[in-house]
């Protein structure tokens, strides 16, 4: 991008700048440390200039919005053409709360829903299981049958909003339930939109929540992403989900890395079941954290979409332009919350959302205030949303597409993360002999993405508590006084109600009609097909989460009661 005589001239003006203006003040004042970091402990200089970004081609590094590479974002217009999606996580206590909150966050201006279930849903148990007892709704929405289903969105017509879905092992059973509203509201699929976590090779490097082994695991995903091509094309069935990565401990870099490889893993594995990548990869999402290092999170973000392009069309020949555009959701950094002094986190989320959006997200998640005490009340989450309205509409950060472009240091920093991230992305690689699937199973096996994530978290931590690393009201500026504001309570009277429901399902459905759908869903599984459509038909007979679950299970003997690789 730069002339070398031009480049000559600026290396020429950085000495003598150094030499005269700077040493002179360094000299005297010194500056506040001696050296600074991102979050993720990457250096950062003192100036940037053009020797920074000498090497930037811009057609090949940078281009267009909307075009090939995609570091600028994979739509030419981006936030001028309409903000990103508000898509506020919710779900606690019985369907009929959590529908009651989803109506709240509609009135308030959200244009997304974003439903978080129990820990007995996740982990596909259903309410009335001795595990489940203590746990029924309390951090999520409990979710037994197509009933919950039905009353979660009783007054929300699917073919108007679009709809995610946190949830992992158990994922397959939620969209079939989706699928199985849409049919009752008389919404065609292929008109269904929204997204599935489903990210299950996340679960086993992260989360750490399954029922069946990673192998398995993944051929039920490839299943998702099969059936979603072929009957819901709007719908995304999978998010590839960084966030818990770095939720988990690790830097922006390992973040990105482990995220593409996952993503990639997947992108392998339904190409070896003959589905042409330009058939399904428009439909893949991802999912990534964004911390509170401004630039690196941006820097994070705008590397991501330009690998992403590249080993898209040189690895997999993917053609179709929305095959190499990733396409993203942000949610705010959840582990950065403090108890200590929790309207501090306003200004945390409120940063954290900005980098979201100058990074170019497509939709985004600002966690509340109070969410590191307990489930966020309904003013900690009308602040929250609020956040990012201001964001669209008052602060200009939307006005234009990729607003930091050509800034010496978020240039050189992208750089610095895509090379660092593709190394990784690479070794992974490598430990599959060539196969990006074959080698992240192969790191969940050996245990190797868990030390990554470890001993970045070890060293973070470190800096943290020699107080390299400010944490403000944690270990700098804190305060004596109670600071805790009002917070959320989950009805005690939630699992009793839940129960009764369900007892109420299983004594009005039709056992026989249950039995046969099960049976035909072990057929399935048995058989090697794609298991999704008789999930379908299981959950229209209003089959349990846990009856559901319990055929995989069964097949795989117990696997969810291990604790996963040292």
């Known amino acids: 991008m730069y002339d070398e005589d031009d480049l000559a001239e600026i290396r020429e003006s950085r000495e003598e700048w150094e030499e005269e203006t700077l040493d002179p003040v360094l000299d005297r004042y010194g500056e506040r440390k001696d050296r600074f970091a991102t979050v993720s402990n990457l250096e ?11 090497d930037l081609d811009y057609e090949e590094d940078l281009g267009n919005p909307g075009e090939f590479p995609y570091t600028r974002g994979p739509y030419p ?15 606690f206590g019985t369907a009929e709360e959590t529908n009651e909150r989803f109506h709240f966050l509609v009135d308030e201006g959200q244009t997304g829903l974003s439903t978080a279930f129990d820990m007995p849903s996740l982990m596909g148990i259903d309410s009335d299981d001795p595990m489940a007892d203590g746990e029924v709704g309390t951090e999520g929405v409990a979710v037994d049958t197509l009933r919950d289903m039905e009353i979660l969105f009783d007054g929300i017509d699917v073919g108007e909003v ?11 059973v939620v969209f079939a339930m989706y699928v199985a509203i849409a049919d009752q509201q008389g919404v065609p699929r292929e008109e269904l939109r929204g997204t599935l976590q489903n990210d299950m090779l996340k679960e086993f490097i992260a989360q750490k929540e399954w029922v069946i082994p990673p192998g398995p695991s993944l051929e039920v995903v490839t299943d998702t992403i099969e059936f979603a091509a072929r009957e819901t094309p709007k719908l995304k069935p999978v998010s590839v989900s960084g966030y818990h990565i ?3 401990g690790s830097t922006a870099v390992q973040e990105l890395a482990f995220t593409l490889a996952d993503g990639f ?3 392998e594995d339904a190409t070896d079941r003959g589905l042409d990548v ?15 290092s401004i630039f690196e999170e941006v820097a994070k973000f705008r590397a991501a979409r330009r690998i992403y392009a590249r080993v898209m069309k040189e690895w997999y020949g993917a053609e179709d332009e929305r095959s190499m555009q990733l396409k993203f959701h942000t949610q705010t950094a959840g582990q950065s919350l403090t108890a200590q002094q929790p309207m501090n986190n306003v200004v945390r989320v409120t940063i954290q959302a900005l980098a979201g959006v100058l990074g170019g997200t497509q939709s985004l998640h600002t966690n509340s ?7 966020p009340s309904e003013d900690a989450v009308r602040v929250a949303l609020r956040t990012q309205q201001i964001i669209a509409e008052e602060s200009g950060a939307a006005d234009s597409a990729d607003p930091l472009a050509g800034s010496f240091m978020v240039e050189s920093l992208t750089d610095e993360v895509e090379e660092a991230a593709m190394a990784y992305i690479e070794e992974i690689r490598e430990k599959g002999d060539g196969s990006v699937r074959d080698g992240v199973l192969a790191g969940i096996e050996d245990g190797y993405f868990h030390r990554e994530i470890q001993d970045a978290s070890y060293e973070y931590q470190s800096r943290v508590e020699d107080g390299e690393e400010v944490v403000v009201g944690v270990n700098e500026y804190e305060m004596d006084e109670d600071t805790r504001p009002e917070l959320l309570h989950v009805d005690e009277g939630t699992q009793e109600r839940q129960l009764a429901r369900l007892s109420e399902v299983k004594a009005e459905r039709d056992d026989d009609a249950v039995e046969s759908a099960l049976d035909d869903l072990r057929d399935a599984v048995e058989a090697g097909e794609n298991v999704m459509p008789a999930v379908v038909t299981a959950v229209k007979a209003y089959a349990t989460m846990g009856e559901i679950m319990g055929v995989f299970e069964a097949k795989h003997g117990g696997y969810r009661e291990t604790v996963g690789p040292a």
């Not at 679009?162 to 397959?172: D, H, K, Q, V």
């Not at 330009?278 to 509170?292: G, R, T, V, Y």
């Open 278 to 292: 330009d058939e399904f990869a428009p439909q893949l999402s991802f999912f990534f954290n964004s911390h509170n």
């Open 77 to 91: 217009t981006m936030y001028r053409g309409r903000t990103w999606t508000m898509r506020q996580f919710a779900g």
């Open 369 to 375: 205030f109070d969410e590191a005490l307990a489930l």
């Open 246 to 248: 770095r939720e988990a």
């Open 162 to 172: 679009s709809t995610s879905f946190t949830i992992n092992p158990s994922a397959p």
């Open 44 to 54: 950062i200089d003192r100036l940037y200039d053009p020797t920074d970004v000498a």
């Open 265 to 267: 893993a997947y992108v």
